[in-house]
């Protein structure tokens, strides 16, 4: 008796891991949207999707607290990141914003553009190389953390472009 029950919890707990194990990871879902995974930073907890028209999702990701990446620039993540993401672009994008001279600029859309990502800050377009964007950034509580001590960028310099 022991032993069919014994079995029986290892059968369950097999097919718990096995149907836990299916569901994909945000990085795996902006991937299959043409985005690199680095556009995200290490602290996601959670997220969830809802189909929209023409295949693409609003999405919502959730981070532990919000927090600052430093990539060509420095980008402040609120704990909560929503938006519409379709083949190569992410619009009504919320909870994300760039440094520009002494002023944090709402990034309002991302867009794949060949080997650059395309950042719509207002009535500013900014383009940044994907490579920047490959691996999943660490995620740092305070600005000056994120910041990489050894460049000799300032971090409010931001190569602007109107459009």
Do not use: R
């Not at 709402?106 to 990502?117: A, M, P």
């Amino acid at each position: 008796m022991a032993s069919s029950q014994m079995s029986l919890l290892l059968v369950a707990l097999l097919a718990l891991t096995a149907s836990t194990s299916a569901i994909p990871t945000v990085y795996d879902f902006v991937n299959q949207f043409g985005f690199p995974s680095g556009v995200l930073p290490d602290s996601v907890e959670s997220y969830s999707t809802t189909p929209s028209d023409g295949g693409a999702y609003t999405f919502a990701v959730y981070l532990k607290k919000p927090c600052y990446v430093k990539y060509d620039y420095l980008v402040h993540f609120e704990s909560e990141i929503t938006g519409k993401i379709s083949n190569g672009q992410i619009t009504e994008l919320k909870g994300l914003k760039a440094q520009s001279l002494w002023f944090w600029l709402s990034i309002d859309q991302i867009k794949v553009d060949g080997s650059s990502l395309q950042f719509t800050l207002g009535l500013l377009s900014v383009k940044s190389d994907i490579s920047f964007f490959e691996a999943i950034p660490t995620c740092k509580d305070k600005a000056l953390a994120a910041c990489d001590q050894s460049t000799n960028k300032l971090i409010s310099q931001l190569p602007l472009k109107l459009e």
